[in-house]
């Protein structure tokens, strides 16, 4: 009889892959590409609120309706036909025959519906989906130590995203409603030791950036511990961590004690009254006060997340670029997103093109930098500047392929792409005594089957 470990890893080895004969590394026939973003010219107008000045024309804003819908995946309950390819079989060491479907491991893992339970934006809408419609001109990357962590496409993901909780102590209106959402309850959340166990799995196998995610991570009572044991990690290089920056200031002495290398702290005004008005809470001069002191502290740069909304903080764009003036801060402008339950817009984004143009309008000798393949962002300088400025374009001009990221979840569900539907759980396969060697293979064919998925080729 198969150990029960065993016995879920293989299962999962045969749902996730036996659809395809072809060796992981090949790319699926590309279909028709879905359809990108729409631009058109015309006039936006939004009701401003009584801190801004009156709504201006805008000559690129997106007014075109929605692209389609990708087709819906097959069902995960449905028979899957084929059979692993035989050059795998003897790495994999698990005996080819047909096994019963499984139900540990696994969670809503080709399902294209959107949860009933949203994670502060962990969980994006599927309308003006960014993920990659054809097959991505990948960029060269670092050598992969481990197959383990390598897409369908070849990209290497040496970078994962750890969100340590769903609890959040702001009510930001871009992304969750006043009242809050639904929370998985803490039983059913990772723990400590179970975060450290699913790191160094990723660690060992290549990744060498992790960085702490919510909600807000600062919340956690855990959080130095935490640094600490991830720091103690051979391989990883940098652990770095995103936070609304609300109680940072009094904990990031120890924090950066503990092994906490990089910082981006979330704000999206700079004016009090609207900082109330945006985050439903109080707390714009703890933000200020947390940015002085991880200056002060040697975080070079101090980055700032900045989510440009039209008709609610358009007009401070300038005001954030003065930051960089003196201080080495890296301002982050990024575009506004579809998440569930945040009543997105498309009237209020802003473009990055169009971002980049008030800019150059205001600021003399804008330059743009040499980005690392795997950047996200749009880096560029100014002239006189001690820090810089750059553009997260997840609407306009997405990024995927030099996508090195992947996302561990609160409640133990990894995530290979944050605009795609499926997920798979790490934390039931742990509980069910799953030993790593079974776990990374899960990680693996989850890998290989997402990108598969969510690229929009079947």
């Known amino acids: ?44 107008t939004e009701e401003r609120g009584p801190w801004s000045s009156p709504a201006t024309t805008s000559s690129c804003s997106p007014t075109a309706p929605p692209p389609a819908a990708a087709p819906a995946p ?35 893992l080709t399902s294209n519906s959107a949860p009933t339970r949203v994670n502060y934006g962990h969980r994006c809408s599927n309308a003006y989906s ?25 990209r290497f993901h040496n970078y994962l995203r750890i969100s340590l909780t769903e609890r959040c ?62 720091s103690g990690l051979k391989g990883l290089k940098t652990i770095a961590m995103t936070t609304n920056g609300i109680v940072l200031s009094k904990k990031l002495p120890r924090l950066k004690e503990c092994g906490l290398s990089a910082l981006n702290i979330s704000l999206d005004t700079l004016i009090p009254a609207k900082f109330e008005f945006m985050t439903r809470r109080k707390g714009h ?57 945040n009543v997105w817009n498309v009237k209020k984004l802003v473009p990055y093109a169009e971002i ?31 820090g810089t400025i750059s553009f ?16 561990l979840l609160a409640d133990g569900n990894f995530k290979v792409c944050l605009f795609g539907p499926s997920e798979v759980s790490l934390r039931e396969p742990i509980h069910s005594g799953l030993d790593d060697a079974g776990l990374k293979e899960i990680i693996s064919a989850a890998l290989y089957y997402c990108m598969y998925r969510t690229s929009h080729f079947d």
Not at 93 to 104: A, E, F, G, L, Y
Not at 130 to 154: I, N, W
Request: charge should be neutral; glycine fraction near 6%; include cysteine.
């Open 1 to 44: 009889m198969q150990p029960a470990a065993s016995h879920v890893t293989s299962t999962l080895r045969r749902r996730l892959l036996s659809a395809s004969r072809r060796p992981p590394c090949l790319a699926p026939p590309t279909s028709p590409p879905v359809s990108r973003l729409p631009v058109s010219c015309g006039a936006v």
């Open 74 to 108: 097959r069902p995960l309950s449905a028979p899957v036909a084929g059979k692993w390819p035989h050059h795998q079989l003897h790495r994999l060491n698990v005996p080819d025959h047909q096994v019963d479907p499984m139900r540990v491991g696994l969670r809503s």
């Open 130 to 154: 960014t993920c990659c419609a054809t097959k991505p001109e990948v960029q060269p990357v670092e050598t992969p130590s481990s197959d383990m962590l390598v897409d369908s496409f070849g």
């Open 169 to 230: 102590n702001l009510r930001c209106q871009y992304c969750m409603p006043a009242e809050g959402v639904e929370l998985t309850p803490k039983a059913e959340l990772l723990s400590h030791d179970e975060i450290i166990r699913i790191a160094n799995l990723f660690v060992t196998s290549g990744v060498d950036k992790i960085r702490l995610t919510g909600g807000e991570p600062t919340v956690r009572k855990d959080l130095e511990d935490i640094c600490l044991h991830l």
């Open 285 to 341: 001069s703890k933000v200020m006060e947390s940015i002085d002191t991880a200056i002060q502290l040697g975080y070079d740069p101090v980055k700032i997340n900045c989510v440009i909304m039209r008709g609610m903080n358009d007009d401070e764009i300038c005001d954030f670029v003065e930051l960089t003036r003196h201080k080495p801060i890296n301002v982050r402008f990024i575009e506004f997103m579809p998440f569930d339950g």
């Open 356 to 386: 980049l143009d008030k800019v150059r309008q205001h600021f003399k000798g804008v330059e743009r930098l040499q980005d690392h393949p795997s950047d996200t962002a749009k880096n560029f300088k100014i002239d006189g500047h001690v």
């Open 392 to 407: 997260i374009t997840s609407m306009t001009e997405h990024f995927c392929a030099g996508c090195n990221r992947l996302r």
